[in-house]
């Protein structure tokens, strides 16, 4: 027979595709998902994953059974919510998706502050992009996103999903010390920035294509080869020489020697928000949006 125990396991390594980013999600070591995955195979009587290089993959037969496992999961914590609900009490998982920069700058001090107050609570976070996260927010396998929106390209959201916004930042352009625009003392036109050589996130994120639009508007054009996600290594590579990029307040930091920060003509700004599902939070998805309100002074 099953256990649930070892099934809400194996979805969590189907959720995140690796033993060892199961045991984060779950706070467990690697070596007991590993053995309640050996378990289960010996309960299903079939392998359910298999190497691949220096990972694993589900087999057949453990994708068919990763289906189900999602969507038990999925059920049992809507039953949690609904229960934490009807009470009032903030307890029980709280699965959360963010922006890596807004995940650096806010996330930890809000958790911190978020469980001293509500120490039955357990909350998950994820990084990753909002591209990704809003259709794990939809299907409920998150239940908040802390988003990005910039002015240049501001985000769409399907119906359904509300937003509550959080703070809005200026975006500079980040370029080399030695650079012919360092010496700049007002903003930088939009109009002059083709023909450099940018960094910024994978095509596809708000990023990237804010980057893009943002230019195309003035009639330049952005010549990307670096793609990166993380905002340190933007800098870093700015630093470095090899290119400029734009950079929002919150992730200016650190800041490594020999960046300049410029303005530009006109503003770009990005706005942080909240998103969550119209009609459905929690007492700990209220509590979460209020802690962050909170932290950013909104």
Request: proline fraction near 7%.
């Amino acid at each position: 027979m099953i256990v649930w125990e070892r099934l809400r396991v194996f979805a969590a390594v189907a959720e995140h595709g690796s033993i060892a980013g199961a045991a984060e999600a779950l706070h467990i070591t690697g070596s007991a998902v590993s053995q309640h995955v050996r378990k289960l195979e010996r309960e299903a009587r079939c392998p359910l994953v298999e190497p691949d290089g220096r990972g694993i993959r589900l087999t057949t037969a453990g994708r068919v059974l990763a289906d189900t496992a999602l969507r038990v999961a999925g059920t049992i914590a809507e039953a949690e919510r609904d229960l934490a609900n009807l009470h009032g009490q903030i307890v029980g998982p709280l699965r959360i998706g963010a922006v890596a920069s807004a995940l650096r700058a806010l996330i930890p001090r809000v958790l911190h502050t978020l469980t001293a107050r509500h120490p039955r609570l357990v909350p998950a976070l994820r990084d990753g992009e909002v591209v990704d996260m809003i259709p794990a927010l939809r299907s409920r396998h998150l239940d908040a996103v802390v988003t990005e929106s910039w002015s240049t390209r501001p985000a769409r959201y399907p119906p359904g999903v509300h937003l509550t916004e959080l703070i809005r930042e200026d975006v500079h352009l980040a370029v080399p010390a030695g650079h012919p625009l360092a010496a700049r003392t007002g903003p930088v036109p939009l109009a002059e920035l083709g023909g450099l050589t940018w960094v910024s996130c994978a095509p596809g994120t708000d990023p990237h294509e804010a980057l893009v639009d943002g230019l195309r508007a003035h009639n330049a054009d952005a010549d990307v080869p670096y793609c990166v996600l993380d905002y340190t290594t933007h800098l870093l590579l700015v630093a470095a020489g090899l290119a400029v990029a734009l950079v929002p307040r919150m992730a200016r930091h650190p800041q490594p020697d020999g960046v300049r920060f410029l303005r530009c003509a006109p503003s770009i700004t990005r706005t942080i928000g909240v998103a969550t599902v119209e009609g459905v939070n929690t007492p700990a998805v209220d509590a979460f949006v209020d802690v962050l309100r909170e932290q950013v002074g909104t």
